[in-house]
């Protein structure tokens, strides 16, 4: 079963996202790249370069509804002439035709971000989500965890890896213990918890870093050999990289305690002291960081949340 990655550039900062073509039947693509003409060209002529065309993907498997990720499933899958999407059920971005405004914005809310800052983020995701095309429920299936993707010599498990989204999932060719892990493993970033409503009670947060530390954890109990992430070059020492998050996400831990002294703070709070100066779509990106890293300081019982208002704030022990 040959693996054959394909870089589509995308109009994000984080650059190139990495599209894997499994070139047997069903020929499959794990992920797609993001609704423009430069990434359908590229995944084009990665494609023509493996001797394959659009026509012959019969599966599209999606590691997460990121929209570089996912933007091209929808009119990849209707030029396939009905190839199947698979992507995980608690990934509920792009699935359901709707967006969480409503869910997020309470999330937002309660992170402390003023009212002001809420609506820019808005505006700004309005451009962002115009390079993925939403799927309706009835047109794509499950990816189940510990279940496999059957292929004419060999399988892909796939594992449920929460975390960076609800419902990323990375896939195993145990033959040689190859993983093709999506934005769960980057090389370069250590990749971030992205602030979601929980997918059983979208009232709540995803408890986001706590489940991506279980989720590196699991990838390393299958002792992988190489991993392919989402962005970026693949992984051949996959421990050095995981004792690096490690330690990335202790450091990070000590800070936001330490950021929140005196009279407590709110997420918004501590994301302006932790990422000064960041605009556009880091603001969402340094708030999901800064809650994932409050509520896991919370959860080991080294901070205090208390509600005020509508606001949460977290207070030292
Ligand atoms: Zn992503
Ligand atoms: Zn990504």
Not at 160 to 172: A, E, L, N
Not at 200 to 206: M, T
Not at 265 to 282: N, R
Not at 294 to 302: F, Q, R, S, T, V
Request: hydrophobic share 35%; charged share 25%; net charge negative.
């Amino acid at each position: 079963m040959r693996i054959i990655p394909i870089s589509v550039p995308t109009p994000f900062y984080i650059g190139p996202v990495n599209v894997y073509l499994i070139a047997e039947d069903p020929i499959t693509i794990i992920d797609t790249g993001p609704k423009t003409k430069e990434a359908v060209e590229a995944l084009r002529s990665g494609l023509r370069a493996a001797g394959f065309r659009v026509s012959d993907i019969r599966r599209i498997v999606l590691t997460h509804a990121h929209e570089d990720h996912c933007g091209l499933a929808k009119s990849l899958r209707d030029e396939a002439k009905n190839a199947e999407v698979l992507v995980h059920e608690w990934e509920t971005g792009h699935r359901h035709s709707r967006l969480e405004y409503e869910e997020h914005r309470k999330l937002l809310e309660r992170a402390g971000v003023p009212d002001a800052e809420i609506a820019r983020l808005r505006r700004m995701y309005e451009g962002v989500r115009q390079y993925a095309d939403s799927f309706g429920d009835n047109e794509h299936s499950p990816l189940w965890d510990d279940s496999d993707l059957t292929f004419e010599s060999g399988t892909l498990r796939i594992v449920h890896t929460p975390g960076h989204t609800p419902g990323s999932c990375s896939f195993i060719r145990e033959a040689d213990r190859t993983v093709i892990a999506g934005d769960c493993v980057l090389k370069r970033i250590t990749p971030n918890p992205v602030l979601s409503p929980d997918p059983v009670d979208p009232s709540k947060r995803f408890p986001s870093l706590a489940e991506y530390l279980v989720s590196l954890a699991r990838i390393r109990s299958f002792a992988p050999t190489l991993v392919y992430g989402g962005h970026g070059e693949p992984v051949h020492d996959y421990d050095e990289l995981f004792n690096r998050y490690i330690r990335a996400i202790q450091e990070r831990q000590t800070q936001v305690i330490k950021l929140v002294s005196g009279d407590g703070a709110s997420a918004w709070d501590v994301a302006l002291k932790m990422f000064p100066g960041t605009d556009d779509v880091h603001r969402f990106l340094a708030v999901s960081e800064a809650v994932a890293h409050l509520d896991l300081a919370h959860n080991e019982g080294k901070l205090v949340l208390e509600l005020s208002g509508p606001k949460e704030v977290y207070k030292a022990l």
